[in-house]
């Protein structure tokens, strides 16, 4: 029987949603050596507007490619916490920036909170926040080593923000493991 993940992360376009589900489904690919597919969705709007990004994770090969049932849920904005939220089953790990998602904390999932978008303005960005929350989610989840993810980062990072994006991640990294306690 194949095993699965499916990761839907959502936000808002200009957070790095897409670009961090292009990580993601690399960090699997070329890293890890798994299948993944990896579909996008967002708005008309260049940068405000919904976005979504799907990877599905496998260790057999992917027919359908469309997340059905994520088993992680990740949310940097309100608005697509509020869309994908009711989508999702109990088993659901949501994790969600707490400065910008208020979550229904009447539902049975395992939520997991991360300030990424405080966290990249302290280290002087908030463009990284998806690197933040790329750290996180590798300190959090056992889909995909940190080590393939911090190797997918670094591969696709504009050139000369290396240290910055690495700084980001093991920020993210670091919440994780203090969250775990």
């Not at 499916?6 to 961090?20: D, S």
């Not at 229904?104 to 999932?109: M, S």
């Not at 056992?142 to 591969?155: C, F, G, H, N, R």
């Not at 910055?164 to 306690?181: I, M, P, S, V, Y």
Request: aromatic letters at 8%; glycine letters at 10%.
């Amino acid at each position: 029987m194949a095993h699965n993940h499916e990761i839907r992360l959502c936000g808002f376009g200009g957070q790095g949603i897409i670009l961090a589900g292009y990580i993601i489904g690399q960090a699997a690919t070329v890293y890890e050596g798994v299948n993944a597919v990896f579909t996008q969705d967002y708005g008309p709007e260049a940068r405000g507007g919904a976005c979504r990004a799907d990877v599905i994770i496998s260790d057999q090969l992917v027919n359908y490619p469309y997340v059905e049932n994520p088993s992680v849920l990740v949310a940097l904005s309100q608005a697509g916490y509020d869309k994908y939220y009711r989508d999702i089953s109990p088993d659901t790990l949501v994790i969600v920036d707490e400065d910008l998602v208020t979550p229904d904390r009447t539902a049975g999932n395992q939520l997991l909170t991360v300030p990424a978008w405080r966290l990249a303005g302290e280290l002087g960005r908030v463009a990284v926040a998806n690197v933040v929350l790329l750290g996180f989610f590798a300190g959090v989840t056992d889909v995909i080593s940190p080590d393939a993810i911090k190797k997918s980062i670094l591969a696709s990072v504009p050139k000369g923000t290396e240290e910055l994006n690495t700084n980001a991640f093991e920020r993210g990294f670091a919440h994780a493991q203090e969250t775990r306690g």
